[in-house]
């Protein structure tokens, strides 16, 4: 069950992969346009590569909060992350292996989804929102 301070902060979460969700979209259209299915599909993939993973670890490492619940904060931040690699791996191996995909596409989708990590705090400050310059 999920308190009502976890919902925050998993509403934040949630947020950066809608924003991030919009940025695989977006590549995935500019590589459909520009050069080809193959590569729209392909940019999806490594899309899904990252966003599944991250989504499964926002669920679970935000699904407790509090001072009284450290340990389950901490296990769900180690079993989050934990599965989050593992499910990274297992997409890297399924869309690798299994599907003829454009590397290019793949790799650059995947690329600028962990920048976009990086630099989210750039962009979102607070559980409300994006920040306004």
Excluded at 20 to 36: D, K, R
Excluded at 54 to 67: P, T
Excluded at 105 to 124: D, E, G, H, K, T
Aim: glycine fraction near 6%; avoid cysteine.
């Amino acid at each position: 069950m999920v308190d009502k301070l976890a919902k925050k902060s998993q509403k934040s979460g949630l947020k950066l992969m809608v924003f991030q969700l919009l940025i695989v979209l977006t590549i995935a259209l500019i590589s459909t346009v520009f050069f080809s299915v193959k590569s729209g599909y392909s940019a999806l993939a490594g899309g899904v590569t990252f966003l599944l993973p991250n989504i499964v670890f926002v669920l679970m490492a935000f699904a407790h909060a509090g001072a009284r619940q450290t340990k389950k904060v901490l296990r769900g931040f180690y079993a989050g992350e934990a599965i989050k690699l593992f499910l990274t791996v297992i997409l890297f191996v399924v869309f690798l292996k299994y599907i003829p995909l454009v590397l290019t596409a793949f790799y650059i989708s995947f690329v600028l989804l962990v920048l976009s990590q990086w630099l989210a705090p750039f962009f979102f400050y607070n559980n409300d929102g994006i920040k306004h310059v």
